[in-house]
């Protein structure tokens, strides 16, 4: 059963509890026997009853919440939205999901547009190792290719056995070229080496796949500042993105890998991939809220055009669908 679903056989239908409580009608109440007094008392014993069912439910939509990825921080921001003022009563869940969808839509409210400004513009890619960030950089070289842009592929990769190989043989099904190099070779000097060839070549955008080791952390810290500085010192280029590649079935280590890179280098957006393999994708609005940084692009599937513009209600409906 989805979230979604959950959710509304939690909280009910359309009608809140006021409107399914019953009326007495005059005649009704002539000819109750007992006291005002003990109507009085009764209906404080069911108000207090309805107020330990409703805390129980929002128990149990929190769980919901946690078990859909999303941490306990924004689980209790999405909560106190959810029983804020505005709805008389208990909620239905119509309700409770509007207000779920409405908060996530707002986390989500960040600069998600792709920028390719620059002569050439610079796009540094980096993610861990199994996230899908080769495929990811020739998805968006195709991209790039089908809006008449010219690219240039720099393949920075170079502790990976096989990653040069496998971003070369992308390249040729993308059609574009790349600065290639051998493994074990210095990173900031294939960067080097590729930025002269784009340059020289008026390339329009050139993409960099950069190591995503992160159990050697200070090896990786040190090579991604020191690619950066290559970038923006020897070249006197801005960095028009740096995208971190994030596995959308990660779940809650998506977080833990967004702030480990964002300590390296400032990182100015996600490409969310695998989004069409059972993910639950809480984690990603953690990292939004926490850390600021905007989804992109989202890869769903695995041939070449399955790259689009991240779509915030795609997402938040992908949350609220998911198992």
Same mark, same amino acid.
Not at 13 to 37: M, R, Y
Not at 196 to 214: E, F, H, W
Not at 240 to 247: Q, Y
């Given at each position: ?121 610079? $796009?540094?890619? *980096? ?5 899908? #960030?080769?495929? &990811? =950089?020739?998805?968006? +070289?195709?991209? @790039? ?124 957006? $996600?490409?969310? *991939? ?5 993910? #639950?994708?809480? &984690? =990603?609005?953690?990292? +939004?809220?926490? @850390? ?32």
């Amino acid at each position: 059963m989805s979230f979604l679903s959950r959710v509304k056989q939690l909280f009910g239908g359309d009608k809140t509890l006021e409107e399914d409580s019953p009326v007495q009608t005059p005649e009704i109440a002539a000819e109750l026997q007992q006291p005002a007094v003990s109507d009085t008392a009764q209906a404080v014993h069911q108000q207090a009853g309805s107020t330990r069912g409703e805390l129980a439910d929002f128990d149990i939509l929190e769980e919901l919440l946690i078990d859909a990825g999303i941490d306990v921080d924004t689980t209790m921001s999405i909560l106190q939205e959810v029983r804020k003022g505005g709805l008389r009563g208990r909620p239905t869940g119509e309700q409770v999901i509007e207000r779920i969808r409405a908060k996530l839509n707002s986390v989500f409210d960040l600069d998600s547009a792709l920028h390719t400004t620059g002569s050439p513009a610079v $796009i540094l890619v *980096t993610g861990v190792n199994g996230a899908g #960030k080769t495929s &990811s =950089i020739a998805k968006l +070289a195709n991209m @790039l290719k089908q809006q008449n842009r010219t690219v240039l592929l720099i393949a920075a990769d170079t502790f990976r056995a096989g990653a040069v190989d496998q971003l070369v043989i992308l390249a040729g099904r993308v059609g574009v070229p790349v600065m290639r190099s051998v493994e074990g070779q210095d990173p900031s000097s294939v960067v080097f080496n590729g930025l002269q060839k784009a340059v020289a070549d008026k390339v329009d955008v050139a993409v960099i796949d950069t190591a995503g080791r992160l159990e050697n952390k200070k090896n990786l810290t040190f090579e991604l500042q020191k690619v950066v500085r290559v970038i923006e010192t020897k070249f006197g280029l801005p960095l028009s993105e740096t995208l971190l590649v994030i596995d959308a079935t990660t779940g809650e280590n998506a977080l833990m890998q967004a702030r480990a890179f964002s300590e390296a280098i400032p990182i100015s957006g $996600i490409i969310l *991939t695998k989004i069409d393999s059972g993910a #639950k994708g809480g &984690s =990603i609005v953690s990292i +939004a809220r926490e @850390l600021h940084i905007p989804i992109k692009l989202v890869c769903n599937g695995e041939t070449l055009m399955s790259i689009k513009p991240f779509d915030k209600d795609d997402i938040v409906n992908m949350i609220l669908l998911s198992e």
